[in-house]
């Protein structure tokens, strides 16, 4: 072996930042007696809506499982620049939903092999960071589409890379529904299939992922490098004071 291959030094390291893995913490959280809080958006304002009735059934799974759904609906959501701030009525429900959430479900259609406007439009407004607050940081995540025409995977390919930026805990399943105009029938529910089996599939591991996460999402994001710019921010802080 060579000297490289046998030196375990780090001198990169800023130790003040650096800590060993807390067993404690990661492996006996606190409990949380509330059920799982999950918010749910969809993509379109269509009245018949195929994002919004796959959506809805991804909520009545999640309550059959013991989580409390909530819906956004995005009538009325102004675009983001469009001379509005974080004050308008339908953004601050978007965001006080956002931060009382522990899971979310994102359901958009295809459209243009991408997700709708009106989906990213959505998650846009949801900021990255609120004062101290995180919104979105180790929440979990799970992504749906709908598709008018052949199997396709582009809008949640989309919503994981938008996941995954906004630090939420997007888990490894998904569902994609083809020919989303055969799977419902004229009450707007979905017929059985192994599409919708996929869904409860989906619903299932959000709720085991959210259950074993959300008393432990704090550490389980909580990271080196702004341990570090905090220290260094807080060291400078002080040296201020003082000088001043």
Known sequence: MSDRETDTTTPQIDEASFAAIDRETLFAPPVYAHPPRILILYGSLRERSFSRLS??????????????????????????????????????????????????????????????????TQIDWIPLSEGAVRPTQGKTLAVMQVSGGSQSFNAVNQMRILGRWMRLLTIPNQSSIPKAFQEFDETGRMRPSPLYDRIVDVMEELMKF????????????????????????LMARVNLSKAT
């Open 55 to 120: 959506a809805e059934e991804a909520g009545r799974i999640l309550t059959r499982l013991g989580a409390e759904v909530r819906f956004y609906h995005p009538s009325g959501l102004p675009l983001v620049d469009d001379d509005a701030d974080s004050s308008h009525p339908k953004v601050r429900e978007l965001r006080d939903l956002v931060a009382w959430c522990e899971g979310m479900v994102w359901s958009s259609p295809e459209r243009h092999g991408a997700m709708t406007g009106l989906m990213k």
């Open 210 to 233: 959210t259950l074993l996460t959300r008393g432990r999402a704090d550490y389980l994001v909580d990271r080196y490098s702004e341990r570090k710019e905090t220290a260094k921010a």
